[in-house]
């Protein structure tokens, strides 16, 4: 059994910062892939960004890319979201996930998720 334990989340001013991370427990957790994604209120989970191994390679999605910079410890496959420039639309829970299968923007391909952290951003 694995689970993802998130925090970081809170609240801050537009052009602020925050960081979130997520750490896995659980035997022989062995995930490649990790992402965030994150769901506003009424509208559909999104991918935010996505790392992999071997090296650490990434990916993100438009809205955040040049804000957002993700990144993973291999000691203890904790994963990092910095979040930088922060914009009003940047508010929404934010969740990790791991173990893809499949498309690793596509919400159903991951076969773990965190409980999620609220990240809110205000004028």
């Known amino acids: 059994r694995v689970e993802l334990v998130e925090s970081g989340g809170g609240s801050v001013q537009e052009g602020g910062s925050l960081r979130v991370s997520c750490t896995p427990s659980?035997?022989?957790?062995?995930?490649?892939?990790m992402a965030w994604f994150r769901q506003a209120p009424g509208k559909e989970r999104e991918g935010v960004a996505v790392i992999w191994t071997p090296g650490h390679r990434a990916d993100y999605a438009d809205s955040v890319r040049g804000r957002f910079t993700i990144s993973r410890i291999d000691a203890n496959n904790t994963v990092y979201l910095q979040m930088n420039s922060l914009k009003l639309e940047d508010t929404a829970m934010y969740y990790c996930?791991?173990?893809?299968?499949?498309?690793?923007?596509?919400?159903?391909?991951?076969?773990?998720w965190g409980q999620g952290t609220q990240v809110t951003v205000s004028s």
């Open positions: 659980g035997d022989d957790y062995s995930c490649i892939t």
């Open positions: 996930a791991a173990c893809k299968n499949g498309d690793y923007w596509y919400r159903p391909s991951y076969d773990y």
